[in-house]
């Protein structure tokens, strides 16, 4: 059984793909700082014990902790290989993630996002762990570029997030280019994960007010807040409101397990940069009259200004990562505004 470190496994991503990962027999060792997360998901986790093994408590081990405390992650390794669970293999989901706030605290999020991933890689290279697959997103692209992205699309990020996550991004194919016979690297870029487990048990927890679109509708929806703003009701698409593309939180969790398969089968190239997307565009009115006609209730909606370096159009082309992985998303939008309803309702605060 193959150990994989999750940095940020309590957090919306992390404790999906720790789901995932659970159904392939992987032992787990999570970390997190719980800025932006609950250390409830993971309890929840262990007690629900989704998958019924008996052995659940010995597969997922979590520890707090900071990626930027470089004697942290020294221990964590430590003990890992102590126990003779070294690590194989670590999926990178710790970070700071609000576009608004990343303008707002630029030198936070430059220092937790890439120095704290630069930490992380340092500690794997002095343990020769070199199999790494990295968070990345879809905000590395240029506005200038038309949809469908391609993995080699012109890359300008309009934000200080988005700039983050390029500067990882090149720093990782750098450190292959130059010691490419040690590493495996496999950087995803995610377009717009939305939904939640089936089972309604797990889903998006924010802790504050939400960034994103999908949490904020759903909290509307359960009238924990009184209306949902739409940015923009005249941009040149069919109803006059942005296009994204949207990927159920479960078939991007399955996409890491594809990268970790891909690094395991020999991985021909060291350093991939893969789209997880659907490549289908939908429209924020689409997304809100689709969540009504699913689940059967009504969303109070108003139009507003848009948001500054906003753009019209986004979704993936995602074939490589069809070709490559042999992954692709099965879930439909209809899954993802029925399994996102079904976690509000029965968690109306979060975990």
Known sequence: MDTVLVTGGAGFIGIHTVIALLE?????????????????????????????KESINSQIIFINGDIRDVNFLRSVFKKASKSGHIIKYVL??????????????PDEYW??????????????????CHNFVFSSSATVYSLDEKSPLKENSSL?????????????????EGLVHD????????????????GAHPSGD??????????????????????????LYIFGQNWPTSDGTCIRDYIHIMDLAEGHI?????????????????????????????????????????IDYEFIERREKDKAIVYADPNFAKRILNWEAKRNIFDMCKDGWNWQKKNPDGY
């Not at 710790?94 to 605290?105: N, P, R, V």
């Not at 300008?156 to 990782?172: I, W």
Request: some cysteine.
């Open 258 to 298: 594809a990268a970790i398969d891909y690094i395991k089968s020999g991985a021909k190239e060291p350093f991939l940069i893969i789209n997880l997307g659907t490549g289908l565009g939908t429209s924020v009115l689409e997304l809100v009259k689709t969540f009504e006609n699913v689940n059967n209730l009504r």
């Open 24 to 52: 392939k027999k992987y032992r787990i060792l999570i970390i997190d700082s719980l800025i932006n997360s609950s250390k409830k998901s993971i309890e929840r986790l262990i007690s629900k014990n989704l998958l019924k």
């Open 156 to 172: 300008s990020p309009n934000n200080q997030y988005g700039y983050t996550k390029l500067a990882v991004e090149k720093f990782l």
């Open 179 to 194: 010691q490419e016979r040690f590493w495996r690297i496999v950087c995803l870029r995610y377009f717009n994960p939305i």
């Open 92 to 105: 990178h989901f710790a970070g700071l993630k609000s576009i608004s706030d990343s303008i707002l605290f």
């Open 111 to 128: 220092e937790v996002n890439v120095i704290g991933t630069k930490r992380l890689l340092k500690v794997m290279k002095e343990n020769n």
């Open 202 to 227: 797990f889903g998006e927890s924010p802790l504050n007010t939400p960034n994103n679109l999908f949490p904020y509708l759903c909290q509307v929806a359960s009238k924990k807040r009184k209306k």
